[in-house]
């Protein structure tokens, strides 16, 4: 039989942390709390800012399209990462493990990206307050997002497809919890260095060059805020970029650690738990981040809070 038809019919066996059963056992219950937070989150910011006319600005809209991709982000993931932690069965099919394996890679490369733009936007209302509505239109916003998911996608497709192509020789065993590029790269049995110089030209692409954005933005902004003659200006204005400048630290800080470091240099199960901080912990941490920092948010979700309430007793009278 031929060996990727003969993967193919074994799927993929996701090793993860299954020599440590009882961490394994923790993990789950951290990876369950966190993936309703998530859940619970990011929905709530997506219906406050969507309710709350005063919340429909560019701002506010990359933020709504942020949770959107942290749900979907950590949906692909988590699912099934707690049905292979949770009982002796830790493989997933080869359809899944592909579709995962695509999914995972875009919507990450979404996240860079679509931080990319958000500090544009910040820079533009700190920089140029006066013609920010004028150049931050609705249909700049729009093009903005769908150049964003169109570039993430088409890294996805070629990254992917040339990593499936590499033969395995019948080896399924994934050293990860999940089907990732470079757990898929090592288990081919032929030379990958073609693969791999590919993968980091378009990592930095995608991941350092935003990365290289984000900061020069910070740079006009800082300029700017100093200007400021106004204490009440500078504090709003870092009130505004902090939650986003915060974000960018922590999503970055642990993809370039994770990927970018010379060789080898990370053990297998560091390597494992920075992926975990960034797929599962980061998604959680936005909404907190975006929320206690932002009065705007902050009472469009007791708004939120309210109306729910509201239509509960509503109910509760009625029955």
Not at 28 to 37: A, H, K, M, Q
Not at 64 to 75: E, P
Not at 117 to 139: E, G, Q, W
Not at 276 to 305: C, E, Q, W
């Amino acid at each position: 039989m031929d060996q990727s038809n003969y993967t193919f019919l074994r799927g993929f066996i996701l090793l993860g942390f299954s020599d440590h059963p009882k961490l394994e056992m923790v993990l789950s219950g951290i990876v369950t709390i966190f993936y309703l937070i998530t859940l619970v989150g990011n929905t709530a910011i997506i219906l406050a800012s969507l309710l709350d006319s005063r919340l429909h600005t560019p701002m506010y809209f990359f933020l709504r399209n942020l949770s959107f991709l942290d749900l979907c982000f950590t949906t692909s993931i988590i699912p099934q990462m707690l049905v292979n932690l949770w009982g002796p069965d830790k493989t997933i099919s080869y359809v899944g493990c592909v579709i995962q394996l695509y999914v995972y890679l875009w919507l990450g490369s979404i996240e860079c990206l679509l931080l990319a733009v958000m500090s544009y936007d910040r820079f533009t209302a700190i920089c140029k307050p006066l013609h920010y509505l004028i150049i931050m239109n609705p249909h700049l916003c729009v093009k903005m997002i769908i150049m964003v998911w169109s570039i993430s996608l088409a890294n996805s497709v070629v990254l992917c497809t040339l990593t499936l192509n590499l033969p395995t020789c019948g080896n399924n065993r994934l050293d990860h919890f999940l089907c990732e590029l470079p757990a898929m790269v090592k288990i081919a049995c032929i030379d990958t260095t073609t693969v791999e110089m590919s993968v980091f030209a378009l990592g930095i692409v995608i991941v350092l060059t935003p990365l290289i954005l984000i900061l020069l933005s910070y740079g006009y902004i800082a300029k700017a805020v100093l200007r400021m003659k106004s204490k009440a200006g500078q504090r709003k204005a870092m009130n505004t970029c902090g939650s986003h400048l915060t974000v960018v630290f922590i999503f970055f800080g642990t993809i370039v650690y994770l990927y970018f470091q010379p060789g080898n240099s990370a053990s297998k199960d560091q390597g494992k738990f920075l992926t975990h901080f960034y797929t599962i912990i980061t998604p959680s941490l936005n909404p907190l981040i975006y929320t206690l920092r932002n009065k705007h948010m902050k009472d469009a979700l007791k708004k939120l809070v309210r109306v729910d309430h509201k239509s509960t007793k509503k109910r509760n009278w009625k029955s």
